[in-house]
């Protein structure tokens, strides 16, 4: 049974970064695609970044481009988020997601999100 834990959120004012984690566990996640999706109070749940594990390729939500990074350790099975300039429409629960294959239609597994907040 995979298992997505993430880590890292907490209160940053404008401007700061923060660096979420996700530790990944239950299976061999080489043909996996991991995502990072966000939802904030009375919206919908929308996605941040992706990437495939196996060849590290990433695809970025338009309004994180430039700003956020996503990468993967595979020796730690950890997926990161690195947040920087962060302004106060980041804030939202951050959510680790993964599919397999990586090309599936839908992430199958989650977490259990962790709060980001971002004060002006």
């Known amino acids: 049974q995979v298992q997505l834990v993430e880590s890292g959120g907490g209160l940053v004012q404008t401007g700061g970064s923060l660096r979420l984690s996700c530790a990944a566990s239950?299976?061999?996640?080489?043909?996996?695609?991991m995502g990072w999706f966000r939802q904030a109070p009375g919206k919908d749940r929308e996605f941040v970044a992706n990437i495939r594990w196996s060849t590290g390729s990433t695809n970025y939500a338009d309004s994180v481009k430039g700003r956020f990074t996503i990468s993967r350790d595979n020796a730690k099975n950890m997926v990161y988020l690195q947040m920087n300039s962060l302004k106060p429409e980041d804030t939202a629960v951050y959510y680790c997601a993964a599919k397999s294959p990586w090309w599936a239609a839908a992430y199958g597994y989650w977490g259990q999100g962790t709060q980001v907040t971002v004060s002006s």
């Open positions: 239950g299976r061999t996640f080489s043909t996996y695609g």
